[in-house]
């Protein structure tokens, strides 16, 4: 689910940024979802976290919603929605390297062969998207927003061993909405001024890819390792074809179409034979999580 909802979110952005600058679309958004999650946090209680994981939790809200997501609205404002989800979709390569400096964690001969299966397929479909990828600077800040990205799920892995992962994506969207808040600069009359399709997928990208998408990826972290789990972020780009053929009327083309499969066969290879057996991680799940 959450691959699909992220998937959805460049199309939402570029729908949305015609109304609003990059950084008041980010604040927005993750305000939005925000006020859900602590509208949640009120009935069901999220525990105070410790003072000690303070440093790491901020930094992880820091680079995996404040730098990243502010950077991708800007890099959407040069770089096509399908061509940026090519980009996000490094985003595995970067967290099996962390993790495997990080985590202790190991991937296979065969899950490094599924990787780059999955890179080719990812490149067949960018180069048929009709230009292919250049890498102008929108192209490359995106890039390393994929690579911050990555060390966002690092970091989560750590901190899904103490937290629920509701916990975590509370806190990590509470902190990362409050260090976007210079962003917000001009906000009322950007939301007066801006059409009501923009409105309407900034509210979408808030509840939908924001806290829907970030509570189910969080909760998916607790059952499985980082490097194996992300290999599933190459199926990011295959979702936002079909989404930008039904919301953009974009028709893909049969090798954009012969590219997907590719990179879903390498996914594949990934979680069957890619993964190095390790001890499981303990974890701490609220009885609401674990039924």
């Known amino acids: 689910m959450a691959v699909v909802l992220w998937g959805s979110a460049p199309v939402a952005i570029r729908v949305a940024l015609p109304g609003y600058a990059p950084g008041q679309l980010a604040f927005l958004r993750f305000a939005i979802g925000s006020l859900a999650l602590a509208a949640y946090a009120a009935v069901c209680g999220v525990r105070m976290p410790e003072r000690r ?113 509701l916990e975590f994506t509370c806190y990590s969207f509470w902190f990362g909405t409050l260090l976007m808040a210079p962003f917000g600069w001009g906000l009322g009359h950007a939301v007066k001024a801006a059409p009501m399709n923009a409105t309407l997928a900034v509210v979408y990208l808030g509840i939908f890819p924001g806290v829907m998408a970030n509570f189910a990826w969080a909760y998916a972290m607790t059952h499985a390792p980082a490097s194996r789990l992300s290999s599933f972020m190459y199926l990011m780009p295959v979702a936002s074809l079909g989404i930008a053929w039904i919301w953009l009327g974009e028709v893909p083309k049969l090798m954009t179409l012969v590219g997907g499969a590719v990179a879903l066969a390498g996914v594949v290879l990934v979680n069957t034979l890619g993964k190095v057996p390790t001890a499981p991680v303990a974890v701490v799940l609220a009885p609401e999580v674990e039924s």
């Open 53 to 165: 994981d303070l440093p790491i939790m901020i930094f992880a809200a820091a680079v995996g919603i404040t730098f990243y997501n502010t950077i991708l609205n800007y890099g959407l404002l040069t770089v096509a929605a399908g061509t940026a989800s090519f980009l996000v979709a490094s985003t595995p390569v970067w967290t099996s390297l962390l993790a495997v400096f990080t985590l202790g964690e190991r991937l296979t001969f065969a899950g490094w062969i599924g990787i780059f299966i999955s890179l080719f397929g990812i490149g067949v479909i960018a180069n048929e998207r009709g230009q292919g990828l250049h890498f102008s600077f929108g192209a490359l800040i995106i890039v390393g927003a994929a690579v911050m990205y990555g060390l966002y799920m690092v970091l989560q892995k750590k901190l899904l061993g103490q937290y629920r992962a």
